[in-house]
């Protein structure tokens, strides 16, 4: 005889990924003469949930090391930039309760375009971000309510156990 019982448990009700790109534009007092490198660190992010949007905030720190004074000198720039990214997620039950965000980073935030204008310097930086809605939702499985037999234990201990088999006068049997 089966029955139906209904587990309440955590599962992914909606799940994504988005790419973004920004562009930002830094001034700095002299002219750059070359870009010697860009790195973006110490990216923070998290998402909550706002209706049927999720609004995922975070920053990260941009370094860019240039030369300028015709590549004598060098110097690196240090900003931290903030964002706020929005995104519509579709879930994949109406029903739920108890929705929280899981954010995770795909891509790190690296620049993929750095150029000099003038006293300026524009760079972009792109980011894949990984979205998961966790919520609760009722499972129903089915159960059976007849207990499997019971297997039957033998003892096999057997007459010529190990110490019937040692003889005390081994040693003095057999001299070495």
């Not at 990216?43 to 720190?61: A, L, P, R, T, W």
């Not at 015709?70 to 739920?96: A, G, P, W």
């Not at 037999?149 to 156990?161: A, F, G, M, R």
Request: proline share 2%.
């Amino acid at each position: 005889m089966s029955s139906y019982k209904e587990i309440v448990t955590k599962a992914v009700i909606g799940k994504g990924k988005k790419q973004f790109t920004t562009k930002h534009v830094v001034q700095i007092a002299e002219t750059p003469s070359t870009i010697l490198g860009c790195w973006v660190i110490n990216h923070n992010f998290h998402g909550e949930k706002v209706g049927n949007q999720i609004i995922i905030s975070g920053s990260y720190d941009v370094n860019i090391w240039y030369s300028y004074d015709n590549d004598t000198k060098t110097d690196v720039i240090k900003e931290t930039q903030s964002y706020q990214e929005v995104v519509r997620m579709r879930t994949l039950d109406d029903d739920v309760t108890g929705e929280q965000i899981i954010v995770r980073s795909l891509k790190q935030p690296t620049c993929s375009d750095i150029s000099i204008s003038n006293h300026e310097i524009h760079y972009t930086i792109e980011k894949e971000l990984g979205i998961e809605l966790v919520g609760d939702v009722k499972v129903k499985i089915e159960t059976n309510e007849e207990e499997d037999p019971w297997d039957e234990i033998v003892d096999e201990s057997s007459d010529n156990t190990i110490d019937e088999q040692l003889n005390d006068d081994f040693i003095q049997d057999n001299p070495i």
